[in-house]
């Protein structure tokens, strides 16, 4: 992950302040050096690091034992994971759980975070359907920890080049980025513009997103809006879907009328995604409930229609119990629909309902 680090570089340092308005650490872009960096010859890991690993030094401000403040973005529930997940991407502490014939391996991506009890996959000695080794994934390899890249316009792919960015460009109200001031991927993720990404993973394309974030103690749903790229942007490390179980859900494809009805009867439980790249218009759309556009792009399964991209409560990283989410979209068996349900309300560490 930090393969350039080296003793005496030298890093675009964001200064972080106490006072009121301060930036917040990544904010779109990269955050203070000693943030994630030992200088003072204390390094717990490679590369000056304060954690054992990459994903150890994350989870020191991203574990819920360590969260900063009620917006802080937390991933890890410790040892007692929340029922339904902390944010879109669920919960890493469900990996822990072990119950009778359902190991917590199988609930999501196994990070390698020493310092927190995690561990890599034992089962899968590389990415299920590619050839990512199990045993280097960390946070790291999906997040870009340097922010290497970031967004001049609202339906533009990232870019490497010109300004560092202004803003996070995650929630729904950061600034409408320009050349001049561009904002960050959505949750500094890797793309294909992004320098000294991971060797074994080839990030092509810059996955669409913007979020609205509830209010801090209030049950003001935080919800997410996906637009397009998501599918090939999995396939970087699931790249060969018929080894796959589910490889006849195609990714990005489009599912029929009937079906995206259907699944809209059962909040929650399936999420699908706008095959637009025009963050503002989604933005927008969280705002108001209204596409800002005659005919609204047309509605796509991604794979984080079924999955959370962390772990969750249910196997695979899936969104609810197999038969009630394959019911949201399927008319199936009376076995599996008798099952159906509601999605239950989501309330993650500081109060905040969420609708994901």
Known sequence: MLSRARTGVVCLAVVLSSAPGARAFHDGRVGACEGCHEYAGRAAGPFLLRGR?????????????????????????????????????????????????????????????????????????????????????????????????????????????GPQAVASGSSADRPLPTPERPVGVYRLLWTGAATHRPRKAAFTVTPVAVESDGAPGSLRPARVAYGAGWGTWCRACHGDRDALRHAAHRADGVPSRSIVQRQAAVRGAVVLARQTRDSSALATWLATGTYPAAEPPTEELTCLSCHRAHASEYRAGLRAEPGPLCAACHETAPRVTAGLRAVPERTDTFGRASEF
């Open 53 to 161: 690993d990459a994903s150890s030094t994350c989870l020191r401000c991203h574990d819920v034992s360590a969260a900063r403040t009620p917006r802080s973005v937390i991933v890890s529930g410790a040892d007692a994971p929340s029922a339904h997940g902390l944010t879109a991407g669920g919960d890493f502490a469900w990996l822990k759980v072990d119950r009778p014939g359902d190991p917590g391996w199988g609930h999501g991506h196994n990070v390698v975070a020493a310092d927190f009890g995690y561990a890599a996959d034992p089962r899968r000695p590389v990415a299920p359907g590619g050839t990512f080794p199990s045993a280097e994934l960390g946070c790291t390899s999906c997040h870009d920890p340097h922010a290497t890249s970031r967004v001049p316009s609202p339906s533009a792919e990232a870019t490497s080049a």
